[in-house]
């Protein structure tokens, strides 16, 4: 991730990020899903939060919230990509949307 923005660029789009005036920024650490640190900026509709972590030293984008209402409605997570000497799976399946637990039914795998 950090290779397609340089460090001082992503210093500055912090910066600006912090001073719009329609985006919460959390002065105290936060942690992503995966209990990475991070530092979050939240931006809020009347109904849409879309929270950003980013890692505290470095700047680059850890994870992507979005909650409609008080219910989640994405989360991505962003990992770096890193060199392997081990092949991957040979025929490579989708996860079947069958396995896949919807966050949205009331009492079935939410996340926070």
């Given amino acids: ?12 789009i912090l910066r600006a990020l912090a001073a719009q005036p329609d985006v919460e920024f959390s002065h105290e650490r936060s942690a992503d899903i995966q209990g990475r640190a991070a530092i979050a900026f939240s931006a809020k509709t009347d109904n849409e939060t879309i929270t950003l972590y980013f890692h505290p030293e470095t700047g680059d984008l850890l994870a992507k ?3 409609i209402g008080d219910r989640l409605f994405g989360y991505t997570l962003l990992e770096p ?10 025929n490579p399946q989708p996860t079947p949307a069958s396995t896949i637990i919807p966050t949205w ?7 926070t």
Avoid: E, N
């Fill in 1 to 12: 991730m950090s290779q397609y923005v340089p460090k001082h660029m992503r210093q500055a």
């Fill in 105 to 111: 039914l009331p009492g079935v795998g939410t996340l």
């Fill in 81 to 90: 990509a890193v060199w392997t000497d081990r092949a991957g799976p040979q």
């Fill in 65 to 67: 919230r979005s909650m």
